[in-house]
C-alpha cells in the first residue's frame, strides 16, 4: 500500500462508524424517547396553559356577569353557582362575603370555609379570618377571637399589623384600656403599618383616654 496509515485511517474510521450505527441500533431508542418527551412535554405545557387561561376567563367572565347584577341576592345566587376550585375557590369564598348586608349569614359560612381550606396559600386563609373575626363581632367569643387572630398576628403573617388591631380592640372590649392602648400605641410606631392604620390607630387611642406619643 502506498499509504498504510491512510489506510488505517481509513479502517479505523470505518470501526468509529460501525461502532457509532452498533450503539444508535442499541441506545438509540433512549435519544428518540427523550426528544418525544421534551417535545411532548413543551406540548403538554401549551395545552395546560391554554386550557387554564379557558378556564380563567371563563371563571373571569362568569365573575362578571354575577357581580353587575344589582340585586343582591340575585348576585348571591349566581356567584354561588360558579364552579371554582382551589384557588379560585377562595377568591370565590371572598367575594361572596364582601355583601354581608345581603345573607350576614352566608358570608360568615363562606369565610369559614375559605379560613378552613388548608390547600390554600396563607393569604387567603388569614384574610378569611380576619374577616370573619370583624364579621362576627360578639357573635364569636372573646377567647375564640384571640385564638383565632393570635396565630395570624406573629411576624411574617401577610396581615400581621391588621390581626393585632383587632387583638388590641380585644382588650379595650375587656376593660383593659390601659394594655390596649400600649398595644395600639406600638401598633402605630411599627414599620409595616400603613398611613390609613396609623390614623385609625390614633383615633382609638384617643378614645380609650389616652394620647398618641409624638415621635
Known sequence: MSNPESFID???EEVRRDKLFGYFRRYGWIAILAVLLIVGGAAAR???MAQFQS???AFGDAL????DMNDAAARRVALSEIEAPGQRGAILGLLLASDPSSDR???LAALEKVAADTTLPPSYKDL???RRVILAGSEISAADRKALLDPIAVAGRPYRVLAQEQLAMLL???GDN?????ALEALRQDQEATPALRSRVEQVIVALGGTPATN
Not at 362578571?64 to 357581580?67: E, N, P
Not at 390601659?178 to 400600649?182: L, M, P, Q, T
Open 178 to 182: 390601659a394594655g390596649a392602648i400600649a
Open 55 to 57: 378556564q380563567s376567563k
Open 105 to 107: 349569614s352566608a358570608a
Open 128 to 130: 378569611a379570618v380576619l
Open 64 to 67: 362578571m356577569t354575577a357581580l
Open 10 to 12: 481509513e479502517v479505523t
Open 46 to 48: 401549551e395545552y395546560r
Open 172 to 174: 379595650a372590649e375587656g
